[in-house]
């Protein structure tokens, strides 16, 4: 088991309630039964290619959260409140896992956010995936 490394328990607790919103989102990619008797089907086709940026997003956000935490707490220093900047910082404090293929998903996040360029539900699910190996070395989730 690894050391949590967030030590104000509310703020571990607010992070941890929304990555199950990350998990939420992202499973209406499941089956579910959509009417008695008429069997399954996948949710996943009713939803716009572009829906699966919103929790692609929310993780970029909690990532952003648990990096500021880490940062008040005294980990690392870093006087920007840039999500880039922050991760830059925590590079050589943190046992980050992939920090090159968060740090793309990070750009990936940045065109979103100011140039609306939307990312396929597999790109935005590998972000995602990796988001959450970082915050299990990190004993947050």
């Known amino acids: 088991m690894l050391a949590i490394m967030i030590t104000d328990a509310q703020s571990l607790t607010e992070i941890r309630e929304t990555w199950t919103g990350v998990h939420k989102l992202k499973a209406h990619d499941r089956f579910c039964p959509i009417l008695p008797g008429a069997g399954i089907i ?3 086709s009713f939803m716009p290619e572009g829906f699966w940026n919103l929790p692609f997003l929310l993780a970029y956000s909690v990532l952003d959260d648990v990096l500021t935490v880490l ?3 005294g980990v690392f220093q870093c006087e920007s409140w840039m999500l880039g900047k922050k991760m830059e ?3 050589n404090h943190l046992p980050w ?3 090159d293929l968060v740090v793309a998903g990070k750009d990936a996040r940045n065109d979103l956010a100011h140039g609306a360029i939307m990312l396929p539900k597999k790109e ?3 972000y995602i995936d990796a988001i959450e190996v970082e915050l299990g070395a990190w004993g947050v989730l």
């Open 42 to 44: 996948n949710a996943a």
């Open 71 to 73: 940062r008040d707490q």
């Open 89 to 91: 910082a925590s590079r």
């Open 97 to 99: 896992q992939d920090y």
């Open 124 to 126: 935005c699910f590998m």
